[in-house]
């Protein structure tokens, strides 16, 4: 079982940065992929970006250019840098983690984190 963790999560004004953090817990076994998501009121939960253990990333069409995520694998951690938020990037925003190399489906998931960009 892998426990995460969320971190940094808060409020912002439209045009600032935001970097999230997760610390995931797993003692016994490797974790591949991990990856955030993103859930607004009122709509599905959609991938922001996920990022496998040898590095490779895939990001959601609507953070491109303005979001970074990044891991270090020795500490099971992984963070996620946001840049030029917008309001519609108002949401919470879930770390995950899977055993596994697909970067869009996890078996473990944190408890999430609110992101509020608003003047």
């Known amino acids: 079982q892998v426990k995460l963790v969320e971190s940094g999560g808060g409020l912002v004004q439209p045009g600032g940065s935001l970097k999230l953090s997760c610390a995931a817990s797993e003692m016994y076994f490797s974790i591949n992929a991990m990856g955030w998501f993103r859930q607004a009121p009122g709509k599905e939960r959609e991938l922001v970006a996920g990022i496998s253990s040898g590095g490779r990333t895939k990001y959601g069409d609507s953070v491109k250019g303005r979001f970074d995520i990044s891991r270090v694998n020795g500490e099971n951690t992984m963070y996620l840098q946001m840049n030029s938020l917008k309001p519609e990037d108002t949401a919470v925003y879930y770390c995950?983690?899977?055993?596994?190399?697909?970067?869009?489906?996890?078996?473990?998931w944190g408890q999430g984190t609110q992101v509020t960009v608003s003047s």
């Open positions: 995950s983690a899977s055993y596994y190399y697909n970067l869009d489906d996890y078996e473990f």
